[in-house]
């Protein structure tokens, strides 16, 4: 019987190389990721806020500083407040803003103003007094002392304030922003130098949920299409069939074993060689 031939082994294909735009694919979808995960971040750091970070009032305050100055005022960098849309107001952006300040020295009346820029220059024009960039939102603020002299009068005999508050202790001011540039007064109540006070500003932010949810959403979106399109890049394509089975000859499976066709022996080639026994030869002599 003859043996059944074995199959030609044949290698697998080489893995397919990634193509130019496979690479611009994953390129691409990695660039739209790092905004998204900024979204992400920025939205929850936001909806955490207007979640657990606002007081029993509703407001969300800085943390409080501590400012002081050798002159006879301390007030904020110009405040210029404008939203160039008619339909998003200002009270719906910021809501109500508050200012809450706390005399260091304890027999001290401590004076908080808000007034139009113009007549807050007007009157400190001259004063020694100090300027605080981003009052009560960075210990760290800069502050820059203008020399000058005294005011011609206590902050509670002027009439331009838009809204203020005096007296000793804690003093809490609310304000309701409008559109315009104004500036933030923070003096002792008769006018003399040398202001010292413990300061936190906060605000009720009514919009600040919805500004989270829609930054979430924008970087759940973004995170998306990058999650798409890297998956899409990162997917093989099917090899495309060529007629032939991995680990078999090109020409396919071996054919089955046929057994060979029986052979007459009477007229075989090798018949006539043999002779043939005759059968008396081998019968035993009689006795």
């Not at 082994?9 to 739209?32: E, N, Q, S």
């Not at 046929?258 to 035993?284: C, E, H, I, Q, Y």
Request: no cysteine.
């Amino acid at each position: 019987m003859a043996a059944n031939p074995s199959a030609a082994w044949v290698p697998p294909p080489p893995p397919a190389r990634m193509g130019a735009g496979r690479v611009l694919a994953v390129v691409l979808g990695a660039l739209v990721l790092l905004p998204a995960i900024g979204l992400l971040t920025g939205g929850g750091v936001l909806l955490w806020a207007d979640t657990w970070g606002r007081e029993d009032d509703d407001y969300l305050f800085t943390a409080t500083d501590e400012f002081s100055t050798a002159g006879h005022a301390m007030q904020s960098d110009r405040i210029d407040l404008e939203t160039d849309a008619d339909w998003v107001p200002l009270s719906a952006a910021l809501g109500t803003a508050r200012v809450e300040v706390t005399s260091a020295d304890a027999g001290e009346d401590v004076f908080i103003g808000v007034g139009p820029t113009a007549d807050v220059e007007a009157y400190l024009g001259g004063v020694e007094r100090t300027v605080i960039d981003d009052l009560g939102l960075d210990t760290s603020a800069g502050q820059e002392l203008l020399p000058g002299g005294a005011p011609s009068g206590p902050p509670t005999q002027q009439d331009f304030w838009t809204v203020e508050a005096s007296g000793p202790g804690t003093q809490q001011l609310s304000w309701e922003p409008a559109d315009g540039s104004w500036t933030l007064v923070i003096m002792n109540a008769d006018g003399s130098a040398g202001v010292s006070v413990d300061a936190r500003i906060g605000a009720t932010a009514p919009a600040l949920g919805g500004l989270a949810w829609g930054i979430l959403a924008g970087g759940l979106f973004l995170g998306l299409v990058s999650v798409l399109v890297l998956v899409l890049a990162a997917r093989r394509r099917p090899a495309a069939a060529t007629g032939s089975t991995y680990g078999m000859s090109p020409g396919g499976p071996p054919p089955y074993w046929t057994p060979p066709a029986p052979v007459d022996r009477t007229t075989a080639a090798d018949a006539a060689s043999s002779p043939v026994p005759d059968p008396a030869a081998r019968r035993p002599p009689d006795a």
